[in-house]
């Protein structure tokens, strides 16, 4: 077992998420358990994107199966890599595909979120255009040259990408308002490139450019960005899109399929190699992936290139197909859990655990009378009433574990997308099978 010491700010934050039922954004490597084959698939995806190469991934697994966790293990592994991360929930109204502004809200959303090894929590975007500047400002110096004169060469680089122009023009802005002094203008700057311009008139107004970030080149713009970020000194960038059950749940056939081809464009830039130093991971359920009729098996194009491996069946795996499976944990990962974070709350202090081995059983066995296999399946509800369980007895000294174990309520979870879709939804699908 790891033993090793856990910083105590690692060990609140672990501990504030998981009580509060949401997945931590660091310091999973200290609760992981299990998972060594699909870590070790997507590591090798992260060092190709770090090379200049692409990846695609479908994180597919039930509800509770550790979709979430394990996006959020694999970008914290990205930035120890010096790649560059952006993730987003996909939501009603954050789609990749849209005309009602939903698909610039999700770039808003990404690029909010975008995050280095510095800065993990996100809000990175402005530190990596200013990375951008100064080492521009560097080599200016270096060569006796006037640093703008290499800023514009460098964007000339992306000035034949679609939107490319435009954005070198912004990230002159940035320099501009750099050095003068202007931090207006430097500030009106990051909000352009963080997608935050609603119109046209006001991104002329502020930086005198005529585009914005909008719903129609949401995808140029990740490029852009993918490449920008190297020019900064990184090594490439990571997209992670989690519940993409969203799109499953879209009441229009038509916006479903939009967003499909959305998918496919990005699926197929990636086999081809055409987006270098750029990934993307998308976490969604098995009926997001292959419901016929809603999910992304409905996309003809797409069924055919993510079909899985036909003779992965019968305990035989493949980890090297854009579509990874995530099994639910089992009764013995669930048990290594407990122990890892009876270990997280005593900061990795094997003399201070709070409880046991004969308390971990214990617990189990009590939470399964009372939800079943639930328990160690969609372990979330599970592993809060665990960490609730040792700050009463952090609290209480003294207090025999016991009759707390046998008190721990617990209710099964219920999976809101298996709740029924809105009447609306399934009379649209009718709708468009008519025409
Ligand atoms: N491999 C794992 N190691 C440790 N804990 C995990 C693992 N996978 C999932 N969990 C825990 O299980 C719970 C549910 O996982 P989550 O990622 O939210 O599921 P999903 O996104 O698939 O619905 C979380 O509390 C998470 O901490
Ligand atoms: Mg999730």
Known sequence: MNTAQIRPRERDAIIQSLRAGVVPRSGQQHIQVGRVHEVTALVRDLERVAE?????RFVIGEYGAGKTFFLHLIRSIALKQR????HADLAPDRRLHATGGQARNLYAELTRNLATSAKPDGGALAAVVERFVSQALTVAREQ????????????????????????GEVIAAYWRGHDTGNDQLKSDAVRWL?????TKTDARAALGIRSIVDDANFYDQLKLLSRFVRMAGYNGLVVCLDEMVNLYKLTSAQARSANYEQILRIVNDSLQGTSGHLGFLFGGTPEFLMDPR???????????RLAENTFAVDGLVDYSGPVLRLSSLSQEDFYILLSKLRNVFAAGVADDHLLPDEALRAFMQHCSQRVGDAYFRTPRATVKEFLNLLSILEHNPGQDWRPLVGAVRLEEEVNPDLEPLEPAAVEADLASFRL
């Open 144 to 167: 006796g040259v006037n640093p703008e004169a290499v800023i514009r060469q460098r964007m000339g680089e992306l000035s034949e990408s679609v939107g490319g122009y435009d954005f």
């Open 52 to 56: 200049g190469g692409s990846t695609a």
């Open 294 to 304: 809603r999910g992304l098996y409905s996309y003809e194009a797409l069924q055919s």
């Open 83 to 86: 790649l560059v991360t952006v």
């Open 194 to 198: 963080r997608g935050e311009f609603t």
